[in-house]
């Protein structure tokens, strides 16, 4: 009998990729009936380009500034996007000087686009825009990209100090999705400032918007909300889909956004859904964070963690509707694992907590160190307001007095830190204790825990986080499965900003202890680019000293130590400073985990 022939077939997907082209606009030498191939070939207008790129195609900007209102006509494809940006390192600015439109750069229903390093400014006309994406009717748009992009002055008055109304607008950067909707738009990096708003934002998603980043981006002194993730606005007529959502906010610094008329956050989740906003900076706001819904609706499961939110006009943190003329209210949302310092600048008792309309939420493992008006929070009786928990927080205010508080919760007033724990039967494991930060002075406070914090290792013990999660300076956020409260974790740097860390360098580098965990014991490396004075210390998770590893002047160069363990295993520390000859002192510190 024969065996039969087995034959194996291998099939190849052809990818549908075009050879790259690449196009240039050049203002001084280029003319729009070239065919902008080379850079003796190359367009005169941005316009131009925007009309005739073709997919998989790089468009090279030459320096210049370009007087125009640009739109886009074209897409590029799966595989083959097209992308704007400057040639080499030039400069390349978009103008509305002398244009007579009212946005600078319009993208309607366009998919697999990317811009790169430009600015675009100067435009003063009511309903301003600097950057417009938008969805139509069905139409979709997807695999939008915008990096290092500066949008300034884009403004619907000249004067800052003109009271707006309702109908006086200006938009940074804002995005419509319609009932076909936005995917995987990207903004990276950009900056929008000085910015005379209205009733609008800086930066604002709105509508149909699922799948989106905003991350590394400054968003400053502009005149309302820095960035808003909004929804139930009826961009789109499907009420399940009229919102932004599936969503990251994450390292953008957000500070000076403050309106003449309303009170703007630094963010703002305005009927979002599942959106993340971590690892971000905001202070001088009117709020540092708010979770709203202004509309009928819900802002739903929305996670704030890891944030540093400091000196804002009102409070750090707003979360709930806050009007009975609507059903907004927001749902099942985390306040987790932020730093809150000194807010409430204008001294009007809101206190670093405001919470109106809003259920299912959870405020943990927060630190909120107040100022000298030692207001905790205010809870504003309004309904729906059902199973809001707050546990596993520090809080603490200048008069260093539990008894001398104040927390309006509903209709009752309290006025000790234990009072307020039994009559609102809440925080049955937060403290009232100082936190212990590296520098707690405005306007720059630097908030890293120092080592006998009450924080470290005292976090909620079941918190869940999430996959590759770090703190505020993007340390390891669990360390032996413990995690501390407020935005850093305490295998951090001490006492050093993450700003400061070239400044840290040019003194000392220090290295990972290995191993880690030790048994019994564990080699402490680092490198000293002069001769300098270093000392060692050991302590363990109380802020107790256990041993002096080395105390003495060092010759520059790479160095270990080793520590041969004669504590019980634990969880221990071990301070690095080194001091200089000018006066000056600079500490670091690691965890390390010991095993017998």
Not at 85 to 106: A, F
Request: proline share 3%; charged share 15%.
């Amino acid at each position: 009998m024969k065996k039969p022939i087995i034959v194996t077939i291998a099939l190849l997907t052809t990818l549908n990729v075009t050879a790259q082209t690449n196009y240039y606009v050049d203002k001084t030498t280029g003319n729009d009936l070239n065919n902008g191939t080379s850079l003796a070939t190359a367009w005169k207008t941005i316009q131009k380009a925007c009309s005739g790129a073709t997919p998989n195609s790089i468009v090279q900007i030459k320096a210049g500034t370009y007087n125009e209102n640009i739109i886009v006509n074209v897409s590029g494809t799966e595989g083959n996007p097209i992308t704007f940006r400057n040639y080499m390192n030039d400069v390349v600015v978009i103008d509305g000087v002398g244009t007579s439109g009212t946005t600078m750069l319009t993208l309607t229903n366009k998919n697999y686009l990317s811009f790169q390093n430009l600015t675009i400014q100067n435009l003063t006309v009511n309903n301003a825009q600097g950057i417009l994406v938008e969805t139509t009717g069905s139409n979709t748009s997807t695999a939008l990209s915008f990096k290092n992009i500066t949008i300034k002055n884009i403004n619907w008055t000249n004067d800052p100090l003109t009271i707006p109304t309702s109908n006086d607008n200006a938009q940074g950067y804002i995005a419509y999705g319609g009932d076909g909707g936005i995917t995987n738009i990207t903004i990276d990096s950009c900056e929008v400032y000085n910015c005379i708003l209205g009733y609008s934002e800086a930066m604002t998603l709105d509508g149909n918007i699922n799948g989106f980043i905003i991350k590394n981006c400054q968003i400053h002194d502009n005149t309302n909300i820095g960035i808003d993730i909004a929804g139930n606005y009826a961009v789109s007529s499907n009420p399940t889909t009229d919102c932004a959502r599936n969503g990251v906010v994450s390292n953008n610094t957000c500070y000076k956004n403050v309106s003449l008329v309303a009170t703007s956050a630094g963010v703002y989740v305005d009927g979002g859904k599942n959106v993340i906003i971590e690892k971000n900076k905001c202070y001088e706001n009117g709020w540092g964070i708010e979770v709203g819904c202004e509309e009928n609706g819900t802002a739903d499961s929305i996670i704030v963690k890891n944030n540093i939110i400091f000196n804002n006009k009102q409070g750090g943190m707003a979360v709930g509707g806050y009007t009975t003329v609507t059903t907004g209210q927001v749902l099942n949302t985390i306040i987790r694992n932020n730093t809150f310092f000194q807010n409430n600048s204008i001294n009007d008792g809101t206190g670093e907590l405001f919470i109106t309309k809003a259920s299912n939420c959870a405020f943990e493992n927060n630190v909120f160190y107040t100022n000298s008006q030692n207001v905790l929070m205010n809870v504003v009786s309004i309904s729906p307001q059902t199973n809001n928990t707050l546990d596993y927080n520090c809080w603490y205010t200048p008069s260093a007095n539990p008894n001398s508080i104040t927390v309006n919760w509903n209709t009752s007033t309290y006025t000790s830190f234990s009072s307020y724990q039994a009559g609102a039967a809440q925080e049955g494991n937060s403290i009232y204790s100082n936190p212990l930060l590296t520098n707690p002075a405005l306007p720059t406070p630097i908030l890293h825990l120092l080592a006998a914090s009450p924080c470290i290792n005292t976090g909620k013990p079941t918190t869940v986080i999430g996959g590759g999660e770090t703190d505020y300076d993007g340390n390891v956020r669990l360390i032996a499965g413990i995690i501390d409260i407020g935005a850093y974790e305490f295998n951090s740097a001490v006492g050093i900003n993450k700003d400061e860390s070239k400044q840290v360098s040019t003194h000392f580098t220090l290295s990972q202890n290995f191993p880690n965990p030790f048994n019994p014991s564990t080699v402490i490396r680092f490198a000293l680019p002069k001769e300098e004075d270093v000392r060692i210390d050991i302590y363990n998770m109380l802020g107790q000293k256990v041993e002096e590893l080395i105390n003495e002047r060092l010759s520059a160069g790479f160095k270990q130590v080793t520590w041969r363990a004669k504590v019980p295993s634990g969880v221990y520390l071990y301070r690095m400073t080194v001091s200089t000859g000018d006066g000056q002192r600079y500490e670091q510190a690691r965890r390390m985990v010991l095993t017998k």
